[in-house]
């Protein structure tokens, strides 16, 4: 069975700066697929290249659809919904338009409506917060923030940048837990790039590690995090 | 004492003008982080348009729509085809660019249009109201429909999905990539909608002081002033600052420097403001929500 | 080995035993040498315009100084210009001062208000500048027309002067002397940015075009440098307005608009941004260009002007002696036989 997103020979450059050399990767249709390594390894890198960010060679496809040289927004529209690192909220914006702007790709508008009471029921603080600026939320609301304005598109295939950077322990397990319920609740494929490798790990199918541009290693996250050698090599712990 | 407040109120007029450009200066601003010195001259010109429609027998309202409509895809299309290039320019290029509009928009009305002066009508009665001579018809109809113009955009921006776009765009254009916006089209649409705000400024302020090539420069200023006054990045403080400008104009123009030197009070509203409050009187602490 | 030395000489930028310095100086003496020779062969009238192309050489030059160097955009050197002039017309009319004595006056007063207006000015960068200056150039008709001024400006009319006679009765007509005048005039003001742009000045001023933040944290005065780079500039375009007076013989407050001050910030981006040569050719532009534009359609040339800017602006932004610079670059990279980007530099 064909892959859902798939690339082979991905290489991407900011201007004259080859950052990744050659990458081959895939995400399952209903899987989660994580992409771990350290920093400036080339991890958010790759989330752009499938988003049209930066400037590529070799090939994705997407449903059996080439995207890449697309620009990001046909991209989107497709169906893959991005949780930059940063979090990208609109500051200036309230939470419920930051919301709305989620959807406003949408394939059909019937629904809107639902997808936000989906939305409020696995994030109740946002519907607290919901008239509220949103650049005055806390980091982890911005991070749920961020994640529902994606889901609110209805993607098949939901990028995912380092959510846990910068959250306290509890938020990020939280997250993680809300993850693997929207994974399987809404039929939703992600890719996850973390450099938290052990809840990564926990929460994936398959896992990649990828070292200054280039892979080193793929398989099964189980697999990986049963193998001393490695953990301790590239993961560090 | 009624010459003063006639002052006032002929300010206020004025300054709903004013009003209007500075707005359109800051949409342009906000989206674009440029200032579009070719403003007045597109005002200029949707205006001379509109007088070619009503000399040719067109009623006053339909020219007067239909040139907001032309005006809107003049906006459009100047952005897409002319400025797309140099969107990622340094900043002198882009003047330049700016600068080449300008003149290109005079030469050519100036060029069709002839520089001989014209009336242009006003569509609002000539008799003072209320036998009072506080205030004309037309200065309260002026007020009246750029206040009208600013809440409809007020509503637009707020109140649907295409305003909010507008806006994502204009604060954050990755995200907005991000949400599936087409951000190039938001700015195309910024520019449209300034210059159809500008060509309403220009058919108000025409019958005032008269149509011609050279209308629009000194109310360009004014309108930067204001804009400047009001804090540049503030549709709010923009609207706010041309009010202000267009009634300090009219004051001192009567009260202290005489008529001939207004141009140099707008020159020197706007070092005060540099010197004294560069943020302008609203600043970056206003939560900007139009 | 042979190859080595000879591609290494090339590599430096050398031709035919040279180095790139000597045939740069080459260069210029044999510039200087033909515009010295240029009025003895054509008409007064072709004088008269070389004459003004180098009154608009300084001038542009001056703009670059502030723009290309410094970073600081603006639309008003118009104001400067105008003030030059009035200044040598008034010193010229009412004091009988003779003309080469007004320069040093008139570039005494532009520098004093240009530092002024450079204070407020600092605060703004790009377009806000623009703006403040734009705000100048409109204004400055206006100011010149003034009632309270008109004793000194001879208000809407403005003042006439007469022409220089050569001196020493030197068997040249009054046009080429003229020339010859503006001619070293030019030559000094050149040398002198020059100068000026190679030492601390110089460095100071694009450090805080570069790296602002930086430059001020390496102890560069910004404010005081920036207001003084404002007044260099403005010194340099009113000594150009101030030769231009004398070589219209006329001045009037129309003459100073907003255009003006349009025209000068076109010579900068056509010559090249932060270049000195460029200024010649930018120059060149304002002062024929119009004539060429005026051909092509007598009813809106200022249109067809326009439309030479922004096309300029997409095809060569970074100005006639950048786009030079670039073809001199492959050019040399032909000769020496090398493949592009191994030629380092």
Request: with cysteine; charged share 10%.
């Amino acid at each position: 069975m064909a892959a859902l997103l798939e690339a082979t020979g991905l290489q991407a450059s900011y201007g004259p700066t080859r950052v990744l050399h050659g990458f081959d990767f895939a995400v399952e249709e209903g899987g989660i697929t994580t992409i771990l390594g350290a920093n400036g390894a080339g991890k958010t890198t790759t989330l752009r290249a499938v988003c049209g960010m930066v400037k590529t060679q070799g090939a994705i496809t997407f449903q059996g659809a080439r995207i890449d040289g697309k620009a990001t927004e046909d991209i989107v529209r497709l169906g893959i919904a991005h949780v930059p690192d940063g979090r990208g909220t609109f500051v200036n914006l309230s939470v419920e338009e930051n919301l709305r702007l989620g959807a406003y790709a949408r394939r059909s508008r019937a629904g809107v409506e639902q997808v936000f009471e989906r939305m409020y029921a696995y994030f109740p603080r946002l519907k607290e917060r919901r008239r509220q600026q949103a650049g005055t939320l806390s980091g982890g609301e911005q991070q749920m923030l961020a994640i529902a304005r994606a889901l609110m598109l209805g993607p098949r295939l939901l990028l995912m940048d380092e959510p846990s950077f910068g959250l306290a322990p509890l938020i990020v397990r939280e997250i993680f837990g809300i993850m693997r319920t929207i994974n399987r609740d809404e039929k939703v494929s992600i890719l996850l790039v973390e450099q938290n490798a052990s809840l990564a790990l926990d929460l994936a199918d398959h896992a990649y590690l990828i070292e200054t541009g280039r892979m080193v290693m793929s398989g099964a996250s189980k697999t990986i995090q049963n193998d001393e050698s490695v953990r301790r090599s590239y993961l560090g712990y | 004492m009624e010459t003063f407040l006639h002052q006032v109120f002929s300010g206020l007029a004025t300054g709903g003008i004013y009003a209007s450009i500075a707005l359109a200066l800051v949409m342009i601003y906000q989206a674009t982080h440029h200032i579009n010195f070719a403003q007045g001259e597109m005002a200029m010109f949707a205006t001379y348009i509109s007088w070619s429609m009503i000399n040719a027998g067109m009623p006053y309202w339909a020219a007067f729509f239909i040139t907001i409509v032309i005006a809107f895809v003049a906006g459009v299309l100047i952005e897409r085809i002319v400025v797309r290039p140099v969107e990622n320019s340094p900043v002198i290029s882009v003047v330049i660019v700016f600068i080449g509009l300008l003149v290109i928009i005079n030469s050519c009305a100036g060029w069709i249009f002839t520089y001989t002066i014209k009336s242009f009508p006003s569509p609002f009665p000539a008799t003072p109201p209320f036998g009072s001579n506080l205030v004309s018809f037309h200065e309260l109809g002026s007020m009246a429909i750029t206040l009208g113009l600013l809440t409809a955009l007020f509503l637009f921006f707020r109140f649907t999905p295409l305003g909010l776009a507008m806006r994502a765009a204009a604060q954050n254009p990755v995200s907005s990539r991000l949400v599936g916006i087409r951000v190039g089209w938001m700015l195309a649409l910024g520019w449209g909608l300034a210059a159809a705000i500008g060509s309403v400024a220009g058919m108000m302020v025409a019958p005032i002081v008269f149509l011609d090539p050279n209308m629009m420069s000194g109310i360009l200023l004014y309108g930067f002033a204001g804009a400047l006054l009001g804090g540049i990045d503030n549709p709010w403080g923009a609207v706010a600052g041309g009010f202000i400008v267009g009634v300090l104009e009219n004051i001192a123009g009567a009260y202290i420097v005489g008529t001939e030197l207004k141009l140099t009070v707008a020159l020197v509203v706007i070092i005060v403001t540099l010197v004294i409050k560069p943020g302008g009187l609203f600043g970056r602490t206003f939560v900007t929500r139009v | 080995m042979a190859a080595t030395t000879e591609t290494s000489a090339v590599a430096a930028g050398g031709y035919a035993g040279l180095s790139a310095r000597t045939w740069r100086v080459i260069g210029v003496l044999a510039a200087v040498a033909i515009a010295c020779a240029a009025p003895f062969t054509m008409t007064n009238y072709h004088i008269f315009q070389l004459t003004l192309t180098l009154v608009y050489a300084i001038a542009v030059l001056g703009l670059n100084l502030l723009t290309g160097f410094n970073g600081q955009i603006s639309l008003g050197h118009g104001a400067f210009y105008a003030l030059g002039a009035y200044t040598t017309a008034i010193l010229m009319d009412h004091y009988g001062v003779p003309y080469w004595a007004t320069l040093p006056a008139a570039g005494a007063v532009c520098l004093v208000f240009g530092f002024l207006f450079g204070l407020p000015a600092l605060r703004l960068e790009g377009h806000y500048l623009a703006l403040a200056t734009f705000a100048l150039a409109l204004a400055t008709p206006q100011l010149l027309k003034y009632k309270l001024f008109e004793d000194f400006t001879g208000g809407v009319q403005g003042i006439v002067l007469l022409k220089p006679d050569p001196p020493f009765k030197l068997p040249i007509n009054a046009d080429q002397w003229l020339y010859l005048f503006v001619l070293a005039i030019t030559i000094a003001m050149f040398i002198l940015a020059w100068n000026l742009l190679r030492g601390r000045l110089g460095r100071a001023m694009i450090a805080i075009r570069d790296h602002p933040i930086a430059a001020s944290a390496m102890g560069v005065n910004t404010a005081l440098y920036k207001s003084l780079t404002f007044g260099i500039s403005a010194m340099f375009t009113g000594i150009a307005g101030a030769l231009g007076a004398i070589a219209v013989q006329f001045v009037a407050p129309d003459s100073f608009d907003l255009f003006l001050s349009i025209r000068f910030l076109v010579g900068v981006a056509i010559g090249g941004l932060a270049t000195i040569s460029g200024a010649f050719f930018g120059a060149a532009f304002i002062e024929f260009i119009p004539n060429v534009a005026d051909q092509i359609s007598k009813a809106a040339p200022w249109a067809i002007y326009g439309i030479f800017l922004i096309v300029f602006m997409y095809v060569m932004p970074t100005g006639v002696v950048g786009m030079i610079r670039v073809l001199w670059g492959k050019l040399r990279r032909a000769i020496a036989g090398r493949p592009e980007g191994v030629a380092a530099r």
